[in-house]
């Protein structure tokens, strides 16, 4: 079956600093990756996606790189705020499971002053 | 626009009960989906619907159940509540699968 996998949290860093946040796959189709971000007390929000492979997704200063040949879709940015302290979660959808989302299991980020 | 909008907030129910969880998608959105979200299991998928339709459902007890109405929105109920039960019930929809999903701010449901 489908799994996505996280580096561990929580992940700490001083704010500028560069992030980067580990997700590898395991599906049987061709999926399409996620990745969702939780704020304290809140719902899941969409950062950023890819479709196919060697897609980029981009928002707010945050990359993913759909890597098929590593089944990895890692997640970065150059310089952080305090403001990004979040749990992010890696997920993905393929043709077979229709609409189901597959998630990682988060990975906390607190970024300090 | 507005997002998608779940029903109450929070709730505190007694092991036995049944709760019903209330989600309204996004206008045009025609698939609503619904997780569970624990500290011990992390994110896990309930079921979908798709125009009045279940099209997919996740390994939960047969306790757990939902429906879609012609509008698009989507109750799920919980029968016969168990403490494990407590968690956070997140709704989703979308336009189409490859999109991605936009997520409500969940209802948190305790049990005791």
């Not at chain 1, 945050?62 to 970065?76: P, Q």
């Not at chain 2, 959105?29 to 619907?49: A, C, D, K, M, N």
Request: overall charge positive; some cysteine; proline content about 3%.
């Amino acid at each position: 079956g489908n799994s996505v996998t996280q580096m561990e949290g929580p992940v700490t860093l001083s704010e500028e600093a560069f992030l980067t946040i580990n997700c590898t796959y395991t599906a049987t189709g061709y999926p399409s990756l996620f990745w969702y971000v939780q704020y304290p007390g809140e719902g899941l929000q969409l950062l950023l996606k890819a479709t196919k492979a060697d897609d980029k997704g981009s928002n707010k200063g945050f990359e993913a790189t759909y890597r098929k040949e590593t089944t990895s879709f890692h997640l970065e940015k150059g310089s952080v705020q305090v403001s990004d302290s979040a749990v992010y979660f890696c997920a993905l959808s393929d043709l077979g499971t229709a609409s189901k989302l597959t998630f990682g299991t988060g990975t906390r980020l607190q970024v300090t002053l | 626009k507005a997002g998608v909008t779940q029903t109450p907030r929070y709730l505190i129910k007694t092991r036995g009960q049944q709760v019903t969880l209330s989600c309204s998608p996004i206008s045009g959105h025609r698939s609503v989906s619904w997780y569970q979200q624990t500290p011990g299991q992390g994110l896990q998928f309930l079921f979908e619907y798709f125009s009045e339709t279940q099209r997919n459902k996740g390994n939960f007890p047969g306790r757990f159940s939902g429906r879609q109405f012609s509008n698009s929105r989507s109750e799920m109920n919980v029968s016969t509540l168990e403490l494990g039960d407590s968690a956070l019930y997140l709704c989703a929809s979308s336009l189409r699968q490859h999109y991605g999903y936009t997520f409500g701010s969940g209802t948190r449901l305790t049990v005791v």
